[in-house]
């Protein structure tokens, strides 16, 4: 009879306009990699520290335990995706963190703190832009309607 090896991991997703996050946490070094570059070299500065915000509240709480972290974005623009990625991260954290007792509970504790931090860490934002309608350049212009 074969053994079960413990190989866990979690996969979460984040989504923000168009952009879409897969994120995949499992055992390891401690690595945070965004399509397969290291999250340390992302730019601007402001985009890697708004993406970073999950894993600092982890490690601030002690839950950040020897986990890679691996996202795959795709789609929207930079802060569309790094909105995205940091949804991805946070889900990602609080079901790995859920326990080994635990099979499909999350770590209420860290679900709290991020909730607490920004709401919009653990849920997507629904907004979408607007389709474009008839008698204009956007969603609700007109076109300008002259009688003289």
Do not use: C
Not at 79 to 96: F, N
Not at 137 to 147: H, I, L
Request: glycine share 10%; no cysteine; aromatic share 4%.
């Amino acid at each position: 009879m074969a053994k079960k090896k413990g190989k866990r991991h979690v996969e979460t997703s984040g989504k923000r306009k168009t952009a879409i996050a897969r994120a995949t946490v499992r055992k390891g070094k401690g690595r945070v990699r965004v399509n397969n570059q290291p999250i340390h070299i992302m730019e601007p500065t402001l985009a890697r520290r708004k993406a970073l915000e999950p894993v600092q509240i982890a490690e601030a709480m002690g839950r950040l335990s020897d986990v890679d972290i691996i996202v795959d974005v795709q789609g929207g623009g930079q802060m569309g995706q790094v909105d995205a990625i940091r949804t991805a991260i946070a889900r990602g954290l609080v079901k790995w963190n859920r326990g080994a007792h635990e099979d499909d509970g999350d770590d209420e504790e860290l679900k709290n703190e991020y909730l607490r931090f920004d709401r919009s860490l653990l849920v997507n934002d629904p907004r979408r832009k607007e389709a474009k309608h008839q008698m204009g350049r956007g969603a609700r212009a007109k076109w300008q309607k002259s009688y003289r």
